[in-house]
């Protein structure tokens, strides 16, 4: 079962390898090689049907602090241009709140203060980026389980989506997981990296941490919580930006 989890972290540099340079040039230029996209894809429907047979709450390794790595690179977009994010990282986020709704029998507004004051969970995990590299690094935050509990989701609600307050080539940025994901008890509401609040390059002031998926799928820069029955009609429909664009399969267990 083991070789069957790690197979999709194998086949990225597996397909990276092949696809000789691309990797300096980042993930856009990576995945216009049709051989490795392909390679990933169809491996989409094999992990997430081997991570939901080991059960709801396997976890993802955790590692201890003599593990961390000395630098840890960020991902995606590393600032935020929009004028109200500017001014909120200039208040240190005093005033902002993160909005969670949609099918939700009681939308929630939570300022950052009152996240911290949930039950805090911190882990040391390590980040597989789709580009072949990978770093270990501490994350605490609230779970997301309990706040949408807090919520109250209603029956038909299916997927969480993540919108972010970054645009990337300038379209909204966003992600999406279902619900068992969602309820796993390593997917946290992260505000803090290594035992700092987290910077903008990573994502401040929230980020998620689904550490069962890639990379792509922790969302940075994250505002808003949507509950949803389903992904259509949600941007392109197929549950992120990445996605939206056919670069990356919408599960990306590992």
Not at 9 to 26: F, N, P, Q
Request: glycine content about 10%; hydrophobic content about 40%; overall charge neutral.
């Amino acid at each position: 079962m083991s070789r069957l989890i790690l197979s999709r972290r194998h086949l990225i540099r597996a397909g990276a390898v092949g696809a000789g340079g691309l990797l300096l040039s980042g993930c856009d230029k990576l995945f216009e090689n049709r051989t490795f996209r392909e390679t990933l894809e169809s491996a989409e429907d094999l992990h997430q049907a081997t991570q939901r047979t080991l059960g709801r709450d396997a976890l993802a390794r955790e590692f201890s602090r003599a593990d961390m790595s000395p630098m840890f690179r960020a991902n995606g977009s590393r600032e935020v241009a929009d004028a109200v994010y500017q001014r909120h990282l200039q208040q240190d986020f005093a005033q902002w709140s993160l909005r969670v709704d949609g099918l939700v029998e009681r939308p929630l507004d939570l300022p950052l203060s009152m996240l911290k004051g949930f039950r805090q969970r911190t882990q040391i995990t390590r980040h597989d980026c789709v580009e072949g590299w990978s770093a270990i690094g501490q994350w605490t935050g609230p779970q997301l389980g309990p706040l949408l509990d807090l919520a109250r989701l209603k029956p038909e609600a299916n997927y969480i989506v993540f919108h972010c307050a970054d645009l990337y080539n300038g379209r909204p940025y966003y992600e999406s997981i279902d619900l068992v994901d969602a309820f796993h008890p390593q997917t946290i509401l992260a505000w803090a990296m290594n035992g700092k609040p987290l910077e903008q390059a990573h994502g401040a002031p929230l980020r998620l941490r689904v550490e069962r998926q890639l990379g792509y799928k922790h969302a940075k820069f994250v505002t808003r919580v949507e509950a949803v029955a389903s992904l259509d009609g949600i941007y392109g429909g197929k549950g992120g930006y990445w996605e939206d664009n056919g670069a990356y399969a919408w599960y990306a267990g590992i």
